[in-house]
């Protein structure tokens, strides 16, 4: 029997799996439940090839941590069997709590961060597996005394988004994406037991930047990505305040144990096995049978919103500098309801918002990329980097309604 299971990726051909813990917690239903949550949300509005799953990038962020591990082994840098198999073990589950189409309705469904939900996983999956999984609990908290292992899983340049940049290209076709992913592992070495980047990797590290800002406003941020996953935020809204309400719709049943009730982060650590197990049931297919009942639905608003996203047609988001004013969302509310009477009084509110998106490619205020440089000295990339690398927030406001507003 071989001693490794092989997978065949788009991305970098073939991946092995070793027949042990790793395989053991692919193989869980709570990891096989990746399979049905995508990447990149609604990005297949506009990208359709975008359709690859949070399972995909799992895989890839493992064969990428298996790369590192062996290149820093060859720098001469001691990592035990033991601290190798913590170190895969964290980067594969570390987005195994992200909920229904990734980070879209993370803030609708519950109030509840993914990173919260991905270690209360792996604290019940460690409990199931008689405590394997002590280890990489503690580098995923970044509680390990070597805080390399950490940053290799969350970092400014860890796994997590080595792949998903490299993968997020490759499935949308958006070449500006596409980094030297093998020239950065190849670059990497370890000092002082924290992660640093050899002086010859700085303008690979500089492209990866560059890419990580263009696919952010190109993909992640698209304007009409952004409409359909605010669109599917206000379908999530309405029916959620419906349900509490009393209304009744056909939705498999974790949806509408999530719909009826607001659950916090005390909820989880107190009902911890509990409200697991309704979340491990509940991915994208959820919520798009949802829709297609919603579509039905006598709620003329809920049936209109959920019609509108299923068939694309979607709102007008209009990206900006300046914040949105009060006055312009009131006077586009008031046309709503004039215009979309028939929906009832609640539907101004629903259908014409405002909000904000943030974007930083590079943070300097923390953690920041640390560059060995060939007499021996480490210094932030902030101030080794050719061009200025700089910690600047770039802000977007939008304001989104129906196209028929702008008759």
Same mark, same amino acid.
């Given at each position: ?23 053991? #917690? ?187 800002? #263009? ?135 629903? #259908? ?56």
């Amino acid at each position: 029997m071989r001693d490794v299971k092989i997978i065949n990726d788009p991305v970098y051909g073939f991946v092995s799996v070793p027949y042990n813990l790793l395989f053991e #917690l692919i193989e869980h239903p709570w990891f096989q439940r990746l399979r049905r949550i995508k990447q990149v949300s609604m990005s297949d509005y506009v990208y359709p090839g975008a359709i690859h799953t949070r399972f995909h990038h799992a895989l890839g962020a493992l064969h990428l941590t298996q790369q590192a591990i062996a290149v820093l082994r060859n720098k001469g840098v001691l990592i035990s069997d033991e601290e190798a198999l913590a170190l895969c073990a964290a980067i594969l589950l570390h987005d195994i709590g992200h909920g229904p189409y990734s980070h879209t309705l993370e803030g609708t469904l519950l109030q509840v961060p993914h990173e919260t939900l991905s270690l209360l996983f792996m604290e019940a999956l460690n409990e199931q597996m008689d405590g394997q999984l002590d280890l990489a609990i503690c580098i995923f908290k970044g509680t390990y005394e070597r805080p390399f292992f950490h940053q290799l899983v969350s970092g400014q340049l860890d796994m997590d988004r080595m792949d998903y940049l490299n993968r997020d290209s490759f499935f949308t076709g958006v070449h500006e994406g596409v980094i030297g992913y093998d020239r950065i592992i190849k670059m990497l070495a370890v000092h002082d037991e924290e992660l640093v980047v050899e002086e010859k990797g700085i303008y690979s590290i500089e492209k990866f930047l560059i890419a990580r800002r #263009l696919m952010y406003w190109q993909v992640y941020l698209h304007k009409t990505v952004l409409s359909a996953e605010q669109m599917l935020v206000r379908v999530l809204e309405r029916a959620r305040d419906l349900r509490r309400r009393g209304v009744q719709f056909p939705v498999s049943p974790s949806l509408d144990f999530f719909l009826r009730q607001p659950l916090s982060q005390n909820d989880f650590a107190e009902r911890r096995d509990e409200l697991l197990a309704h979340f491990a049931r509940l991915d994208d297919y959820d919520i798009m049978s949802a829709l297609k009942f919603f579509a039905e639905a006598e709620d003329r608003l809920l049936a209109f919103l959920a019609r509108r996203l299923l068939d694309r047609r979607l709102f007008r988001l209009r990206l900006q500098n300046e914040p949105v004013t009060a006055s312009e969302v009131e006077a586009y509310r008031r046309k709503a309801a004039q215009y979309f009477a028939e929906l009832g009084a609640e539907a101004p509110a629903y #259908l014409v918002f405002s909000g904000t998106e943030s974007n930083s490619a590079y943070s300097t205020a923390r953690d920041e990329i640390r560059i060995k440089m060939k007499d021996g000295r480490v210094m932030p990339l902030s101030d080794v980097a050719d061009y200025g690398i700089a910690s600047r927030i770039v802000t977007r406001h939008y304001l989104a309604y129906p196209k028929e507003l702008d008759g």
